[in-house]
């Protein structure tokens, strides 16, 4: 998971990328980079860290031009530690491409070789995005048959991507002296959103594409459509935009941790509200409870803030229980579920929630979170209400239990970490040190998001073990359990 912005403007694009990732920030911590091209040149600063920590006025200054592009990274390939593999990524032909991505692609060994040996391109790091930046370029040149570079060549070379890339992919390029490119892989997995506004002058047109509508908004551009499963988008220089259906048979699927977790609440995206999809997670919910929980036994109900709070006033409302906040959340630690490390991520847990001893002393706890995944949060806050004084603990997860490995582009290469992993529940509730534990169930979590909408699928590898794109194999799996570190 990482967030995404690319823009075609009338002004300067450097501090219109920026306020765009300082939005997005909650979608990766790793490290950041905005590129803008000015002609046909590229300016391009990346570094580690947060956006606000990352770019000084000097940075910004050097980053000149009206088209840019701009990415959060939340490492899924390679090292969260290593500069180098933060985005964007350039190569210098055709033409001169500077790419960032969201997602994670899945046969990156095949790639790789094919790579070195068929296209006689070099890799320098272990990034899954310098793959399928070298994968598009090679693709475009191929295209390529006179000094005009139209985009239907552009489409064509969208399409081989699609051939030849497996997983998942939302992807932004700038094409020096030619224009933005933005794609979204046929399974439409990671969000893209496409909006537009007009410039100044009131007539010509400026394009954004990122990876939530919020972004959009709050820039002040209507929000036209999502990019679709296996399209491609391309915006000229002067602000034109043409689009393409670029894969045979796509088909939207879209990721159901975008709607538990990783979005922000206040996005929309395939047409799906984040924060309307997280209420009915919780009347769902509020359901299941009520089937295997005495009721009359709970006193309060309280939210993990700040994901389960739609879920948590939901399930309160419903079961007719009292909604109190008790965990006070300390806004300057960063999310724990995307950080590297066990170690970082129990650490932080202490440091960004406190757990006040009023809501709790002598009372029985129904705490309700987006989702379990390793369980090291949840045992911390198990043991944090227990220490403030709670008589009995109630855990419950708008989430089904997670299961298996996510190799689409969250950080849980391996079952081994997973804490529902071959255990049942009321072994996983041992292992949390709660009285009660209550999940979601599949098909409520799948019910609840896609209520109301054009959409009747999602990619739920985490929670059932059916990888959508047909090619993760066993072996796969164990390769990724054995090379990745989370």
Same mark, same amino acid.
């Given at each position: 998971?990482?967030?995404?912005?690319?823009?075609?403007?009338? !002004?300067?694009?450097?501090?219109?990328?920026?306020?765009?990732?300082?939005?997005?920030?909650?979608?990766?911590? &790793?490290?950041?980079?905005?590129?803008? %091209?000015?002609?046909?040149?590229?300016?391009?600063?990346?570094?580690?860290?947060?956006?606000?920590?990352?770019?000084?006025?000097?940075?910004?200054?050097?980053?000149?031009?009206? $088209?840019?592009?701009?990415?959060?990274?939340?490492?899924?390939?390679?090292?969260?530690?290593? #500069?180098?593999? /933060?985005?964007?990524?350039? =190569?210098?032909?055709?033409?001169? @491409? =500077?790419?960032?991505?969201?997602?994670?692609?899945?046969?990156?060994?095949?790639?790789?070789?094919?790579?070195?040996?068929? &296209?006689?391109?070099?890799?320098?790091?272990?990034?899954?995005?310098?793959?399928?930046?070298?994968?598009?370029?090679?693709?475009?040149?191929?295209?390529?048959?006179?000094?005009?570079?139209?985009? !239907?060549?552009?489409?064509?070379?969208?399409?081989?991507?699609?051939?030849?890339?497996?997983?998942?992919?939302?992807?932004?390029?700038?094409?020096?002296?030619?224009?933005?490119?933005?794609?979204?892989?046929?399974?439409?997995?990671?969000?893209?959103?496409?909006?537009?506004?007009?410039?100044? *002058?009131?007539?010509?047109?400026?394009?954004?594409?990122?990876? #939530?509508?919020?972004?959009?908004?709050?820039?002040?551009? #209507?929000?036209?459509?999502?990019?679709?499963?296996?399209?491609?988008?391309?915006?000229?220089? *002067?602000?034109?935009?043409?689009?393409?259906?670029?894969?045979?048979?796509?088909?939207?699927?879209?990721?159901?941790? !975008?709607?538990?977790?990783?979005?922000?609440?206040?996005?929309?995206?395939?047409?799906?509200? =984040?924060?309307? /999809?997280?209420?009915?997670?919780?009347?769902?919910?509020? &359901?299941? @409870?009520?089937?295997?929980?005495?009721?009359?036994?709970?006193?309060?109900?309280?939210?993990?803030?700040?994901?389960?709070?739609?879920?948590? $006033?939901?399930?309160?409302?419903?079961?007719? @229980?009292?909604?109190?906040?008790?965990?006070?959340?300390?806004?300057?630690?960063?999310?724990?579920?995307?950080?590297?490390?066990?170690?970082?991520?129990?650490?932080?847990?202490?440091?960004?929630?406190?757990?006040?001893?009023?809501?709790?002393?002598?009372?029985?706890?129904?705490?309700?979170? &987006?989702?379990?995944?390793?369980?090291?949060?949840?045992?911390?806050?198990?043991?944090? /209400?227990?220490?403030?004084?709670?008589?009995?603990?109630?855990?419950?997860?708008?989430?089904?239990?997670?299961?298996?490995?996510?190799?689409?582009?969250?950080?849980?290469?391996?079952?081994? !970490?997973?804490?529902?992993?071959?255990?049942?529940?009321?072994?996983?509730?041992?292992?949390?040190?709660?009285?009660?534990?209550?999940?979601?169930?599949? %098909? *409520?979590?799948?019910?609840?998001?896609?209520?109301?909408?054009?959409?009747?699928?999602?990619? $739920?590898?985490?929670?059932?073990?059916?990888?959508?794109?047909?090619?993760?194999?066993? #072996?796969?799996? /164990?390769?990724?359990?054995?090379?990745?570190?989370?």
């Amino acid at each position: 998971m990482c967030g995404i912005v690319g823009l075609v403007a009338h !002004e300067p694009a450097n501090q219109l990328v920026y306020d765009s990732l300082l939005l997005l920030q909650h979608r990766g911590q &790793d490290s950041t980079g905005i590129a803008t %091209a000015e002609g046909g040149i590229f300016h391009v600063h990346k570094t580690k860290g947060q956006v606000r920590e990352g770019f000084r006025t000097r940075d910004m200054r050097a980053l000149l031009g009206n $088209m840019g592009l701009g990415h959060v990274r939340y490492a899924t390939k390679g090292a969260a530690s290593n #500069e180098q593999e /933060a985005q964007p990524f350039y =190569v210098n032909a055709p033409y001169g @491409i =500077v790419l960032i991505h969201n997602g994670n692609l899945t046969n990156t060994r095949e790639l790789t070789s094919e790579l070195f040996h068929v &296209d006689r391109r070099h890799l320098n790091t272990n990034s899954d995005t310098e793959l399928l930046v070298n994968v598009l370029a090679h693709e475009l040149q191929e295209q390529v048959n006179g000094s005009e570079l139209d985009p !239907e060549q552009i489409f064509a070379a969208v399409s081989r991507v699609h051939d030849r890339v497996q997983g998942s992919y939302a992807a932004i390029a700038m094409i020096a002296g030619h224009g933005l490119l933005a794609f979204r892989d046929p399974f439409g997995i990671r969000p893209l959103v496409l909006g537009r506004r007009l410039a100044a *002058d009131g007539v010509r047109e400026e394009w954004i594409t990122a990876s #939530e509508s919020l972004v959009l908004e709050s820039g002040g551009y #209507e929000i036209v459509r999502d990019v679709a499963p296996g399209e491609a988008v391309f915006i000229s220089l *002067d602000g034109q935009m043409v689009s393409k259906q670029c894969h045979a048979s796509p088909r939207l699927i879209p990721c159901s941790f !975008e709607y538990v977790y990783l979005a922000r609440p206040d996005s929309i995206m395939n047409g799906i509200s =984040v924060y309307d /999809a997280r209420l009915r997670l919780g009347n769902r919910l509020a &359901d299941t @409870i009520a089937a295997h929980s005495p009721i009359g036994d709970i006193d309060v109900v309280m939210p993990i803030p700040d994901s389960s709070r739609p879920a948590a $006033m939901q399930v309160a409302q419903k079961l007719g @229980i009292e909604y109190r906040e008790g965990f006070y959340k300390n806004r300057y630690v960063g999310r724990t579920f995307i950080m590297p490390g066990q170690a970082e991520r129990k650490r932080s847990v202490r440091q960004k929630l406190n757990a006040m001893s009023s809501e709790f002393k002598g009372k029985n706890i129904l705490i309700v979170d &987006d989702s379990i995944v390793r369980g090291t949060t949840s045992r911390e806050i198990v043991e944090m /209400a227990r220490a403030a004084g709670a008589n009995k603990v109630t855990f419950t997860s708008a989430a089904p239990p997670v299961r298996f490995p996510h190799v689409y582009g969250i950080n849980m290469p391996s079952r081994h !970490e997973l804490v529902a992993h071959d255990r049942k529940i009321p072994e996983i509730a041992r292992e949390l040190g709660a009285d009660h534990l209550i999940y979601q169930e599949v %098909a *409520d979590m799948q019910a609840a998001i896609t209520e109301g909408s054009d959409v009747t699928e999602l990619e $739920m590898s985490c929670f059932t073990g059916d990888y959508v794109t047909g090619t993760v194999s066993p #072996e796969y799996l /164990a390769w990724v359990e054995a090379n990745q570190l989370s």
